[in-house]
């Protein structure tokens, strides 16, 4: 893994997930390990995102390496018209890692193609966001134990959610049974359900929770946006539909953990917060640790 | 009959016909190739009648052998182009084009969040589905359709 760019969660495979995970869990345990010590680390936001920033930029601290970089584009010298080339180029002399945002699809591939050094995907566009993945994979690991066999309910914006793409390319390696619960507006795609298809992972579609909330061990809950209704009456319509309410989880397994990329708006009543089912604010935490494990890992020091 | 208006085009001694291209795209096919910046003799004619496709081109580049990874490229806006490769007035060789796994440098993406749309980028696609002809951005990791295709 050293040396190698992460953009898309793809790019790992199965051991380097697994390595990845395992290596995270020994960060959580022991989380101050200086083994940046003398490395400089890039952190190009050209957009905001300071929860990611924040957890990325603590990741490095913890390790004991330096942050250099910008926080939006307004500060920095693509307002003066600079390429994401030239940029990429430019800083690639400068640190031994890139962590990028930035608000157009692709941006990343291109920028590991122009640098030097390896780059770490922080978000671009809608396209892929791999730590997120990987926090969730650790999450999932660390709540169940393992990540074989585990029946995974998906639920709400199904079709334009990255995160729930990259979660199901990457629990592909594990055998799940999917349970995939949406407006019919905002169901998976095609060329997902094909993907499983020629795996032969199971999975099943719905239109409301229904029972299935019972069988799963993992509730991933996603935001369903007004703005992605063709029709503002059809969100009116199923809006309440994809709330999760605690009393909903009464009858759901004991080790049933419901996760959340963050933020969030209403999706997840408040009344669930409290029920020790509620994993997101924890998942959210794992992240610095997940990326603590990437970053060393890329850099070929753990 | 429609071999005596191709040959209307004029004949070459030596080099290589391209027929079956779409009118439309007579002008691409040209560009995509290099034609505009050689100097060998080239003949085209455009808005020839075919039954097949309604209304084709040909072009006719005297001296000139195409290699086949070069040609391909046009698969992509003249899938049904024919080749004939002519040595001293005679057809010695026929061939078809055939869409590349790798389609690099011709056609944009369509999503237009995609940072190839924004910056001096080389387009570069895989080819998830050849009877469809369906192009997956290297970049956006979105696709294209045919529908869609526009040429850099
Ligand atoms: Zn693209």
Do not use: W
Request: aromatic residues 8%; contains cysteine.
């Amino acid at each position: 893994m050293k040396g190698k760019s992460l953009v898309s969660i793809t790019d790992f495979s199965k051991n380097e997930i697994l390595r990845i995970v395992d290596l995270a869990a020994d960060f959580e345990a022991n989380p101050n390990q200086k083994l940046l010590d003398g490395k400089v680390v890039a952190s190009l936001f050209f957009e905001p995102s300071t929860r990611t920033r924040l957890s990325f930029e603590t990741a490095i601290n913890r390790l004991g390496g330096r942050v250099v970089g910008f926080s939006d584009s307004s500060s920095s010298s693509t307002t003066k018209g600079e390429t994401l080339k030239d940029t990429t180029i430019m800083v690639s002399n400068y640190a031994d890692l890139i962590v990028m945002r930035h608000p157009y699809e692709g941006s990343a591939r291109f920028a590991s193609e122009v640098s030097s050094v390896p780059v770490i995907n922080a978000g671009d566009g809608a396209n892929q966001h791999p730590s997120q993945t990987l926090l969730d994979l650790y999450s999932i690991k660390k709540t169940q134990g393992t990540l074989n066999n585990l029946t995974i309910a998906i639920v709400g914006d199904l079709k334009y959610g990255r995160t729930v793409h990259s979660l199901l390319m990457a629990m592909s390696h594990f055998n799940p049974v999917f349970h995939f619960i949406s407006p019919i507006e905002l169901k998976m795609p095609d060329e997902y359900k094909i993907f499983l298809k020629n795996r032969n992972i199971k999975f099943e579609e719905h239109i409301e929770f229904g029972e299935t909330i019972n069988e799963a061990d993992i509730l991933y809950m996603t935001r369903v946006q007004k703005e992605r209704f063709a029709e503002p009456m059809e969100y009116e319509k199923v809006k309440n539909a994809f709330i999760l309410k605690n009393a909903m989880l009464s009858r759901s397994k004991d080790n049933l953990k419901v996760l959340h990329p963050l933020p969030r708006v209403n999706e997840i009543h408040e009344d669930v917060d409290n029920n020790l089912k509620a994993y997101y604010f924890q998942q959210a935490k794992n992240g610095v640790f997940t990326r603590m494990a990437i970053i060393s890992s890329i850099l070929g020091v753990k | 009959m429609e071999l005596n208006k191709e040959l209307k085009v004029s004949a070459i001694k030596d080099g290589t016909v391209i027929d079956h291209i779409p009118a439309d795209n007579l002008f691409k096919v040209i560009n995509i190739l290099g034609l505009h910046s050689i100097t060998n003799q080239i003949t085209f004619g455009t808005n020839l009648e075919s039954l097949r496709m309604g209304r084709k081109a040909i072009i006719k580049v005297s001296d000139k052998y195409f290699e086949d990874d070069e040609i391909n490229k046009i698969a992509l806006i003249a899938p049904q182009a024919k080749l004939n490769i002519i040595k001293d007035y005679v057809v010695i060789e026929k061939k078809v084009v055939e869409i590349q796994d790798e389609v690099i440098g011709i056609v944009k993406c369509f999503n237009p969040k995609c940072i190839t749309n924004q910056e001096h980028i080389v387009t570069r696609f895989q080819l998830v589905d050849r009877e469809n002809v369906v192009l997956k951005c290297h970049y956006c990791e979105k696709v294209t359709m045919p529908e869609h295709f526009t040429i850099v």
